[in-house]
T-cell receptor, first 114, second 116 residues
């Protein structure tokens, strides 16, 4: 158990819909990272928040957005869903705002878009 | 573009065979290097990491990796694999992403299947 909690574990929805994925970081960790894992693209970095503020942005689509709340949990919002958005979405946390240490990953949220 | 490449998509070995998984990155600056493992149905967890110093680093479960700066490589090795090493292995490098920030960039992963 990494201490990072993600909900829901599985989600099935239709094209055009909107979903929200939730992540609770390890106790004391201020940074939250979101990754998308698909068969063809592998693990793609989406976005990082540190203590409530956006810190780094990767290959995140404009249809996707994220935020980190004062209690440090984070949500990833995916809208106007397309078939290609079907993937495993991982959240990871770390104590720092810059990458010098390891990330602690949750078990992921598997999104299926039909 | 900065990237991380893992040479093998799927490796199949018998128990007690030696393992070497390749990883190369394209970035000329200072890097921190990681190997993560994902056992079936579990989250990614850190196997080992390199920040500086001895380029041969030892991790958990008998794994080690060697950083060769001139080859931009960070290959993972284990002298004798076990069935329980069946998992997917990811090489990761923290690469500069602009505006003073870095992001952990992963290779596409190598699936290792160990046959008893």
């Amino acid at each position: 158990d990494s201490g990072v909690t993600q909900t829901p574990k599985h989600l099935i929805t239709a094209t055009g819909q909107r979903v929200t994925l939730r992540c609770s970081p390890r106790s004391g960790d201020l940074s939250v990272y979101w990754y998308q894992q698909s068969l063809d693209q592998g693990l793609q970095f989406l976005i990082q928040y540190y203590n409530g503020e956006e810190r780094a942005k990767g290959n995140i689509l404009e249809r996707f957005s994220a935020q980190q709340f004062p209690d440090l949990h984070s949500e990833l919002n995916l809208s106007s869903l397309e078939l290609g958005d079907s993937a495993l979405y991982f959240c990871a946390s770390s104590p720092w705002d810059y990458l010098t240490g390891e990330l602690f990953f949750g078990e992921g949220s598997r999104l299926t878009v039909l | 573009a900065q990237s991380v490449s893992q040479h093998n998509h799927h490796v199949i070995l018998s128990e007690a065979a030696s393992l070497e998984l390749g990883c190369n990155y394209s970035y000329g600056g200072t890097v921190n290097l990681f190997w993560y493992v994902q056992y079936p149905g579990q989250h990614l967890q850190l196997l080992l990491k390199y920040f500086s110093g001895d380029p041969l680093v030892k991790g958990i479960k008998g794994f080690e990796a060697e950083f060769i700066k001139s080859k931009f490589s960070f290959n993972l090795r284990k002298p004798s694999v076990q069935w329980s090493d069946t998992a997917e292995y990811f090489c990761a490098v923290n690469l500069y992403s602009g505006a003073g920030s870095y992001q952990l960039t992963f290779g596409k992963g190598t699936k290792l299947s160990v046959i008893p």
